[in-house]
């Protein structure tokens, strides 16, 4: 019994059987989203590949498994798989093999049951163990992408620093644990990296890997934040003006924050239709107005729903209202709210902690440059409004 030929015939079952139960299973959400395409990635090479070690006739082509799976361990990090969804992917790949050939194998020789089982067997763990080892280093990779980037900001705003004192002592605060994290765990990868000693942990590694690069992105998304607000103070930032279809941006906006939104059972609503089609004004500022305003009202909003609406209005000015059903803003400090590094708290808590008390100070001072003014209306335990009024087109 040649089992080559017939895992040949049925690779093609095998692997449709796979990405069904892959889209199924609910331990890999990152593949939730994800295209046919992109979850088959490079598996059907890997069936091709194992055709040949099963075969007694073919030339072994192992390497092409080698090369197949370092590439998907690459894919899947870039996806942003954790490395439990990619050990659950490879056992669903056993499974379904061994389903698709299991009354084929049944009539072979205990002898050829035995070879083909193991042949397997040790083809799925190579093939898992070698995706692993190109996970590592493409978040390796990463993480040496995000310390030069960190660096270069650093040096920025060590300078911006030193022209203005004020906001200090808060800032050190905020930068303090992601940073002791990432030196932290940063030192560790190095030191092993120096004694190019074999990880035997490599789950605890991998963990370590995933702390540097959230504390990582964390600090670096407080620095942008900082520089972004250093730059206004400092009439660093211009405009590029460009006719800007506003419907698809807010839809775009809100497309990209659903999962937040989904992640909390919250509702997004969407009513412009009385938006102006479009705008001469700078699309990437206003991007960041509108993503600013909804992530916030996400993030202060436990249940209920979030509500977009436009209109046009007098004198060739235009109206956008975010609406949520969030913990709303106290009447002392309405006026403050857009004040750097305020953030609000309730009777029983404190503020988020990824609050940087930065966004809604960035987005005023946005606002201002797009010549527009932006308003709130809140009430305690009800929720909040924020509404910013824009022309029509945007004048230098």
Aim: aromatic share 6%.
């Amino acid at each position: 019994m040649d089992f080559s030929q017939v895992l040949a015939e049925k690779k093609d079952t095998i692997l449709d059987k796979w990405i069904v139960a892959v889209r199924k299973d609910r331990r890999i959400e990152s593949a939730n989203d994800l295209s046919y395409t992109a979850v088959k990635d490079h598996i059907p090479d890997v069936l091709k590949a194992m055709v040949t070690v099963l075969s007694k006739s073919q030339d072994n082509d192992i390497q092409s498994i080698v090369v197949a799976s370092f590439e998907h361990g690459a894919i899947r990090a870039e996806q942003g798989f954790d490395p439990a969804e990619i050990a659950r992917e490879y056992h669903l790949l056993r499974t379904v093999i061994f389903d698709a050939l299991q009354a084929d194998l049944l009539s072979g020789t205990p002898a050829e049951i035995i070879r083909s089982m193991r042949l397997i067997d040790a083809i799925v763990d190579e093939a898992n163990a070698r995706c692993f080892k190109s996970y590592v280093e493409e978040r390796l990779r990463e993480l040496q992408q995000l310390q030069s980037s960190l660096t270069l900001h650093n040096e920025e705003l060590t300078r911006l620093i030193n022209a203005n004192q004020e906001y200090i002592s808060q800032l050190a605060h905020e930068l303090k644990h992601p940073l002791t994290s990432i030196i932290g765990y940063s030192d560790l990868f190095l030191r092993q990296q120096r004694r190019k000693t074999e990880v035997k942990d490599t789950s605890a590694n991998l963990e370590h890997i995933e702390r540097v690069l959230r504390n990582g992105r964390q600090l670096l998304h407080l620095i942008n934040n900082v520089l972004e607000l250093s730059r206004y103070d400092a009439g660093q930032i211009k405009l590029q003006l460009a006719p800007t279809d506003m419907r698809e941006l807010i839809n775009n906006v809100c497309e990209m924050l659903e999962p937040l939104a989904s992640g909390k059972n919250l509702k997004i609503v969407v009513d412009c239709d009385r938006a102006p089609k479009e705008l001469i004004t700078d699309s990437l500022k206003f991007q960041q107005i509108v993503t600013n305003i909804i992530s916030n009202a996400i993030r202060y909003t436990e249940s209920g729903t979030i509500i977009i609406m436009c209109q046009i209005l007098e004198n060739q000015r235009w109206a956008i209202a975010v609406s949520d059903t969030g913990i709303g803003i106290a009447p002392e400090n309405q006026a403050q709210i857009f004040e750097p590094y305020f953030r609000v708290s309730s009777s029983d808590r404190s503020y988020l902690p990824d609050s940087t008390g930065l966004g809604l100070a960035i987005v005023s001072r946005l606002v201002k440059l797009l010549q527009g003014q932006i308003n709130l209306i809140s009430e305690v335990g009800v929720g909040s409004t924020f509404t910013v009024i824009l022309p029509l087109e945007v004048k230098i």
